[in-house]
């Protein structure tokens, strides 16, 4: 997924979420602010690929998205809702979890404090 040692934001979303747009544009502002010193990767359960596809190039990030049809991703991060956003330490541990919508600020501070 990423490298050992590094930081994750994973964002679980589906194209049909309403939330999970704007919430992709929140992910890529943090992205723009904290650069290559964070992996972001967001999360699916869908399989339509073109589906998939189409909603990525309309509303998506620059990072990649994985598929979870089995839902293995979504239970080992307890999802319960869309969207949710995972951000997982160097080592790791999870951090914070958040179900809905997290503004920009709140997952920056995460993230910050999954570096400290």
């Known amino acids: 997924m990423a490298p050992a040692g590094t930081i994750v934001v994973l964002d679980f979303f589906a194209t049909w979420c309403g939330p999970c747009k704007p919430q992709l ?3 890529a502002t943090v ?4 650069g290559d010193a ?3 990767r967001s999360i699916t359960s869908e399989t339509d690929r073109e589906s998939i596809r189409s909603f990525w190039r ?5 990072w990649p998205v994985l598929l979870d049809p089995d839902l293995t991703a979504a239970r080992k991060y307890g999802v319960e809702g869309l969207p ?3 951000v997982i330490d160097d080592v790791g541990t999870v951090q914070w ?6 503004g ?3 997952v920056r501070t995460a993230v910050e404090d999954a570096i400290d």
């Open 25 to 27: 544009d929140e992910l």
């Open 31 to 34: 992205q723009d602010a904290v």
């Open 38 to 40: 964070v992996a972001f």
């Open 58 to 62: 309309q509303h998506g990030g620059s």
């Open 84 to 86: 949710t956003t995972v």
């Open 97 to 102: 979890r958040h179900t809905g919508l997290a």
């Open 104 to 106: 920009a600020g709140a």
